[in-house]
């Protein structure tokens, strides 16, 4: 049963990187054709899908945060990391990191990490 854990820190300044690592066991983030994604919810909104890397390293961005949007994976760790620049309050929200069949889906979920963009 894989299992993944979200950390990182929860209030981040305006015009800073955020960035959030994605802890994994259970499973090797190299092996079975997976793809890990990370995802978040603002306050009052829904999930949506911000991007992923494939079991080959290949990555994947939602178009709408492709230019602030980077994520790489360490594999001695079995982890994959989530970088967002220049973030704003509107980035406020609930992050989570998951495993899926495809880049944009997923069957497994982190319990999520709440971050908070504010001065």
């Known amino acids: 049963q894989v299992q993944l854990q979200e950390s990182g820190p929860g209030l981040v300044k305006p015009s800073q990187t955020l960035s959030l690592i994605c802890s994994v066991s259970g499973g090797s983030i190299t092996a079975g054709f997976y793809y890990w994604s990370w995802l978040r919810q603002p306050p009052g909104e829904g999930l949506e899908w911000m991007g992923a890397?494939?079991?080959?390293?290949?990555?994947y961005y939602s178009p709408s945060l492709s230019t602030r949007t980077s994520i790489s994976r360490d594999t001695s760790k079995n982890q994959f990391t989530l970088r967002l620049s220049s973030v704003t309050p509107e980035d406020t929200a609930v992050y989570y990191c998951a495993r899926g069949p495809n880049p944009n889906s997923y069957n497994d979920r982190g319990q999520g990490t709440q971050v908070t963009v504010s001065s």
């Open positions: 890397i494939g079991f080959d390293g290949t990555t």
